[in-house]
């Protein structure tokens, strides 16, 4: 099954758009998880499974993983995830970008090594470095358009024959890059305007939105820019403010704000 489909059926399913971001890191993690790569694995395991019945996908961020050299227990989650909850969309934001045989390692390494349904990449190098992403048998790409970051406006609001940079790369998208597969982009809770441009761009498909949480994006505006026309259309990432809600009770907690975020996004529906 295709990611787009996969992922049409988990919105139906568990009236969700939240994503649950798994960014393991150690230092802010509650006393009962060693701060080692078995702590990494046992606590986004647990963390999957307190809050896998509010979410649409899960989306392990490779950096937190591979800083501590714990690639093989994210194999190991990733699997989790596969085995545990098959119906819930695995998204591997890694942010490839890379060229020829190269970008064809990066891929392997998403769906083959690890078995995500899709990845994050990075369209500054043209088309043609995304094609791998999109061509692969079990691949998607959700492609970097305009990110939640304070300083993505640098290159991504620069004019190109009178339109910013980020609005073709979602024209691009809807009519070149979703001839060759299944591709989404992402666009951050942090610009409801520009959301609200790039909806218009792209029709119904997938936009991935981070910054709800931590980084303070509001659910109902992301809701009212960005939901297509069957009212769903989003993976609102919260990382941070799941993970970390209550360091006392941090199973409990994490499915409490995991059900709120996702209630507030479904009340904003």
Same mark, same amino acid.
């Given at each position: 099954?295709?990611? %787009?489909?996969?992922?049409?059926? !988990?919105?139906?399913?568990?009236?969700?758009?939240?994503?649950?971001?798994?960014? &393991?890191?150690?230092?802010?993690?509650?006393?009962?998880?060693?701060?080692? =790569?078995?702590?990494?694995?046992?606590?986004?395991?647990?963390?999957?499974?307190?809050?896998?019945?509010?979410?649409?996908?899960?989306? &392990?961020? /490779?950096?937190?993983?591979?800083?501590? !050299?714990?690639?093989?227990?994210?194999? $190991?989650?990733?699997?989790?995830?596969?085995?545990?909850?098959?119906?819930?969309?695995? /998204? #591997?934001?890694?942010?490839?970008?890379?060229?020829?045989?190269?970008?064809?390692?990066?891929?392997?390494?998403?769906?083959? !090594?690890? *078995?995500?349904?899709?990845?994050?990449?990075?369209?500054?190098?043209?088309?043609?470095?995304?094609?791998?992403? #999109?061509?692969?048998?079990?691949?998607?790409?959700?492609?970097?358009?305009?990110? +939640? %970051?304070?300083?993505? *406006?640098?290159?991504?609001?620069?004019?190109? @024959?009178?339109?910013?940079?980020?609005?073709?790369?979602? $024209?691009?998208?809807?009519?070149?890059? +979703?001839?060759?597969?299944?591709?989404?982009?992402?666009?951050?809770?942090?610009? &409801?305007?520009? #959301?609200?441009?790039?909806?218009?761009?792209?029709? @119904?498909?997938?936009? #991935?939105?981070? *910054?709800? *949480?931590?980084?303070?994006?509001?659910?109902?505006?992301? =809701?009212?820019?960005?939901? %297509?026309?069957?009212?769903?259309?989003?993976? =609102? %990432?919260?990382? $941070?403010? /799941?993970?970390?809600?209550?360091?006392?009770?941090?199973?409990?907690?994490?499915?409490?704000?995991?059900?709120?975020? !996702? @209630?507030?996004? $479904?009340?904003? =529906?």
């Amino acid at each position: 099954m295709g990611f %787009n489909t996969l992922l049409d059926a !988990r919105w139906s399913a568990s009236n969700s758009l939240l994503c649950v971001g798994l960014d &393991p890191d150690v230092s802010k993690f509650p006393t009962q998880y060693s701060r080692d =790569v078995d702590g990494i694995e046992y606590f986004c395991i647990d963390m999957i499974d307190a809050t896998a019945e509010y979410a649409c996908a899960f989306k &392990p961020q /490779i950096a937190y993983f591979a800083a501590a !050299r714990a690639e093989a227990q994210l194999e $190991r989650i990733c699997a989790h995830i596969r085995h545990h909850y098959p119906t819930i969309p695995l /998204i #591997l934001d890694a942010k490839r970008g890379d060229i020829g045989d190269t970008v064809k390692m990066y891929a392997r390494e998403a769906f083959d !090594r690890y *078995g995500a349904h899709a990845v994050t990449v990075n369209p500054y190098m043209g088309g043609d470095t995304l094609e791998p992403f #999109l061509t692969h048998e079990n691949g998607a790409a959700i492609v970097l358009c305009r990110t +939640s %970051n304070a300083g993505s *406006g640098e290159f991504q609001s620069q004019l190109i @024959d009178g339109e910013p940079l980020y609005k073709h790369v979602a $024209r691009k998208a809807a009519t070149e890059w +979703s001839q060759m597969g299944d591709v989404a982009l992402v666009v951050g809770a942090t610009y &409801p305007e520009e #959301l609200a441009e790039v909806r218009t761009i792209v029709g @119904d498909m997938a936009l #991935l939105v981070p *910054g709800v *949480g931590a980084q303070g994006g509001d659910p109902a505006q992301v =809701v009212a820019n960005g939901t %297509n026309s069957h009212g769903t259309g989003l993976i =609102v %990432n919260s990382s $941070r403010a /799941i993970l970390y809600a209550d360091a006392t009770d941090p199973l409990n907690a994490a499915a409490r704000v995991a059900r709120d975020t !996702r @209630d507030a996004l $479904r009340t904003a =529906v």
